[in-house]
């Protein structure tokens, strides 16, 4: 892939990005499979899908990422909270809704 100082007209910025859209999907992907096997661990230790703690270190460190990449940690931060809201919905398909475990966290 090209990088951006050697795309020379809309179509190789086009071609790159959507190369980059696809590896983002495929790395969404693969992160939906290590929320699987959480979820499935979590069940076994009677956790809930939502450890707050660890949330915030996520956030924290997506946070620290994003500054080190000089993107905006707080866009950065929105995006992540988000990911992981909807990576809490998907462990609660398995476990339940966390109202319904006691927080051993």
Not at 6 to 35: E, F
Not at 70 to 99: A, H, Y
Request: one cysteine or more; charged letters at 30%.
């Amino acid at each position: 892939m090209k990088t951006p100082q050697d795309c020379n007209d809309m179509a190789d910025l086009r071609a790159a990005i959507d190369q980059i859209d696809a590896d983002l999907v495929r790395q969404l992907a693969l992160r939906a499979a290590y929320i699987d096997r959480a979820a499935q661990i979590k069940e076994q230790a009677d956790l809930p899908a939502r450890i707050t703690p660890r949330v915030e270190q996520v956030v924290d460190n997506v946070r620290a990422h994003a500054q080190a990449q000089g993107l905006s940690p707080d866009l950065v931060e929105k995006i992540w909270r988000w990911l992981i809201d909807w990576s809490i919905v998907r462990e609660e398909t398995r476990l339940g809704p966390d109202s319904d475990r006691n927080d051993k966290t």
